[in-house]
């Protein structure tokens, strides 16, 4: 990939999202707008091969996706059923802003997650329109088959349009019946940016960014509500650590071999802060008590002093608030870490059999890793070989590898 090729798809990745945000407010159509981006992009690395990247590419890409995507919406059957809406947008096109629009993006998160739409489309349609993944990764990440992905995604902006859901934040008196949605989406994204399902890479940092600006965004949308600060200063806490998470060659570094010296303190003093607040202001909300087991991490000076009992305790609020048998797993690897390995195993081990976790990776990794700290080798061989069958992402694939080769080698000897 040439220099000029690596520009273009650099601001595909950073501004996607918000470019496509401001076209469907521009263009009216989900399908139109994302077309005429598609196109633009394509336009640009050749445009911008000869002629150079304009000074402010945004723009360009915006107003060259607007005239395509308006060229294409002529050209369609029911244009004559929708002159009037057509005209209407030219006329407004004619002075419009051609700069992305930070609230654009919280209009699209809000669409992407209206109720009447099933959670796991709400999160493919944002990880497809908002963080400009493309439906191939999307299937990866969701173990589904691209043209059944394909088709969620299309069927979801034909029910928003059929359904005239309004491109817009909604008004105050339905905000936090949609709130919730919204978050659970973001954290997803954010997720997924933070520990990717698949690949070589495990931190996806575009994807890390975008869920932190929404939640900001957020944030400020609704200043009252202790709900988006919690989930702002989890997400804050995690992507202090972001840089020190796989080493040079990127292999993954686990939170006792991470340099502390290269976390982001602005990042943990303002996520600190924010779970300060939030834990002050009545019953704590989930991702409050996340944030608040984050912040433990992150301010302990060294692996060592991490108040396991305290993060245990927490787990246990946790699970009052959001039981899931994620939530009891962590658990159980703090109680190992307070109360001695075998407790954790015993945790562990009545998890066993749970259809949730029946795929998940991080169960038999789980279980390896206390059988190592306890010396049983061979058994943590094979819960090592047990976690490979199930990963996907090829950072963790390494990690557990070396892992397996590690007790493997103590057995044999």
């Known amino acids: ?57 945004s723009s360009w890409i915006i107003s060259t996706a607007r005239h ?33 629009v930070a609230e654009d993006r919280l209009r699209l998160a809000f669409t992407c997650c209206h109720p009447t739409l099933a959670l796991e489309t709400r999160v493919a349609l944002t990880l497809r329109t908002l963080c400009g993944l493309t439906t191939e990764e999307i299937a990866r990440a969701f173990l589904l ?42 954290y997803l994204v954010f997720n997924e940016g ?37 989930l702002l200063a989890l997400m804050l806490l995690h992507d202090a650590r972001r840089a020190t998470r796989v080493d040079e060659a990127g292999r993954l570094l686990t939170l006792e071999q991470q340099d502390r010296t290269r976390w982001d303190r602005g990042r943990i003093a303002e996520g600190a802060a924010l779970v300060e607040d939030v834990l002050r202001g009545g019953p704590p909300s989930a991702y409050a008590v996340q944030a608040a087991i984050a912040a433990l991490h992150c301010l302990a000076p060294a692996a060592a002093d991490t108040d396991w009992r305290q993060i245990a305790g927490l787990y246990e609020v946790l699970l009052r608030i959001e039981p899931s048998p994620v939530v009891e797993l962590n658990r159980a690897a703090a109680v190992a870490m ?39 080798r061979a058994e943590a061989a094979q819960a090592y070989r047990c976690a490979l069958e199930l990963v996907t992402n090829q950072a963790e694939r390494r990690y557990l590898e070396a892992r397996l080769a590690e007790v493997a080698t103590d057995v044999c000897g």
């Not at 077309?35 to 640009?44: E, K, M, P, R, V």
């Not at 029910?159 to 008004?171: E, M, N, Q, S, T």
């Not at 075998?342 to 976790?357: F, N, Q, Y």
């Open 68 to 100: 395509k995507a308006i060229d294409r919406l002529r050209r369609r059957t029911w244009l004559e059923r929708r002159r009037d809406e057509i005209e209407r947008h030219l006329r407004a096109l004619q002075t419009a802003d051609e700069g992305p």
């Open 194 to 230: 933070y520990s990717a399902s698949f690949g070589d890479r495990i931190v996806r940092e575009d994807l890390c960014g975008e869920a932190i600006r929404l939640g900001r965004m957020l944030v400020e949308l609704m200043p009252a509500r202790r709900e988006p600060r919690g």
């Open 338 to 376: 307070a109360d001695g390995v075998e407790r954790g195993l015993e945790l562990i081990d009545r998890l066993d059999g749970r259809p949730e976790l029946a795929r998940y990776h991080l169960l038999p990794a789980a279980r390896a890793d206390l059988l190592r700290r306890a010396g049983r």
């Open 145 to 186: 088959p691209v043209p059944t992905l394909a088709q969620r995604l299309v069927r979801a902006k034909a029910k928003i349009r059929d359904a005239g859901i309004p491109y817009r934040v909604p008004p105050d008196d339905v905000l936090p019946e949609r709130l919730d949605a919204v978050m659970a989406v973001v």
């Open 1 to 57: 990939m040439n220099l000029h090729e690596r520009e273009v798809e650099d601001l595909y990745r950073r501004d996607y999202g918000r470019i496509l945000a401001t076209l469907i407010r521009l263009v009216g159509d989900f399908d139109a707008a994302e077309d005429g981006l598609q196109d633009a992009f394509a336009t640009a690395l050749v445009r911008w091969r000869a002629d150079g990247m304009p000074q402010n590419p």
